[in-house]
């Protein structure tokens, strides 16, 4: 789906004349046998994604403002990169509206939506929305949404993404001088270079505590920036020291097993259900849109690995 994703981001890239996609390329760092870089080397060849298999003496020739201690390979995907989520998210609605769609930036009211028995959707602004199908896709919202159907599977954390003040001069913590880098040691860190100049950034995938997406309070904790501070210096020795210069606090909304729920609720059939992101959905947007459409309006049925059943298996 990355891949099919891809095409499609690029696809659109060349459609609307604009950039979201950055091919600086991806290093994987691996430290021990790494079975899940390990078991992703043979789906990456069949999905057609470029990459080589380097050995730590390569990955140390290669970046000089790395530490590569206890790395023992790496992946290394050139035509790889990132993507900038915000324009790209305001492109589509762009878009969508001058092929004629409708965008209406308005809540849905929650309550009554778990029974199959209600006719169209109230709005914040009073008023009702009647469809003929209904795509819920409100990332980590849909736990209070459906909160018998979604809830029991679904938990938002707090995710905190720093920001460091590369040294002045020095381009080799930019866009160009390193790429984009997932470090899977005993916490999985990852980090972006450059991104519209807005510093190092570095974050922990390590699910946070649970954080209500409305109400929670979106400041990064003290004790992550201390780590974050402890493994910047460590892994990334030249950027010891160096000033903060952002945050953002983000939430992920993780199913239990980490795969999207893509299904119709089961009281009412012409309701669907798309999220589950956990972390790792945006990338997938274009495909994921993709498919949701065929199957929405194919009147198909999703594949099992995304269906609500997955969650009661003894049913
Ligand atoms: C720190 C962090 C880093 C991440 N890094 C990556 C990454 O590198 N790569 C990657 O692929 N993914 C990444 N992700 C995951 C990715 O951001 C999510 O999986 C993806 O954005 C989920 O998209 P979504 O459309 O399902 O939900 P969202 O983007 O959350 O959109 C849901 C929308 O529903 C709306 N909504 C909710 N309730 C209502 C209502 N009642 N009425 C009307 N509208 C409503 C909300 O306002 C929101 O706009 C990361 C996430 C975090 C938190």
């Known amino acids: 789906m990355a891949a099919r994703a891809l095409e499609l981001w690029k696809d659109h890239e060349t459609q609307w004349k604009q950039k979201f996609f950055h091919p600086i390329g991806v ?20 999905a057609g994604i470029p990459f080589e298999q380097l050995a730590a003496t390569e990955l140390v020739r290669r970046w000089k403002q790395i530490n590569f201690e206890k790395v023992e390979w790496g992946i290394w995907e050139p035509q790889s990169g990132y993507l900038l989520a915000r324009a790209s998210a305001q492109a589509v609605v762009e878009h969508f509206v001058a092929e004629g769609g409708e965008y209406r930036q308005a809540a849905i009211v929650p309550g009554g939506l778990e029974s199959g028995d209600w006719k169209g959707l109230p709005l914040s602004d009073g008023s009702k929305l009647v469809a003929d199908r209904y795509v819920f896709a409100c990332g980590p919202w849909l736990g209070n949404l459906f909160p018998k159907t979604v809830g029991p599977h679904f938990v938002s954390t707090k995710q905190d993404v720093f920001f460091f003040g590369t040294p002045a001069g020095i381009d080799c913590y ?34 946070g ?107």
């Open 209 to 315: 505590p649970d954080f209500d997406p409305t109400s929670g309070q979106r400041l990064v904790g003290e004790d992550r920036l201390a780590e974050a501070r402890r493994y910047l210096a460590y892994r990334f020795p030249g950027m010891k020291g160096a000033p903060l210069v952002e945050s953002r606090v983000c939430q992920y909304e993780n199913t239990t097993d980490h795969n999207f729920i893509v299904d119709r609720h089961p009281a009412n059939q012409d309701v669907w259900i798309v999220g589950g992101g956990s972390g790792h959905g945006f990338k997938h947007g274009p495909a994921l849109g993709e498919m949701v459409a065929r199957l929405v309006l194919k009147n198909e049925t999703a594949d099992a690995l995304y269906r609500l059943a997955r969650f009661f298996p003894n049913r």
């Open 174 to 207: 930019e866009e160009g001088g390193l790429p984009v880098w997932a470090d899977h040691s005993d916490h999985f860190m990852y980090g972006i270079p450059g991104n519209q100049r807005r510093g190092f950034k570095l974050a922990d995938d390590t699910r």
């Open 27 to 46: 290093l994987w760092m691996v430290e021990g046998d790494g079975e899940f870089e390990r078991g992703s080397l043979p789906l990456l060849k069949d």
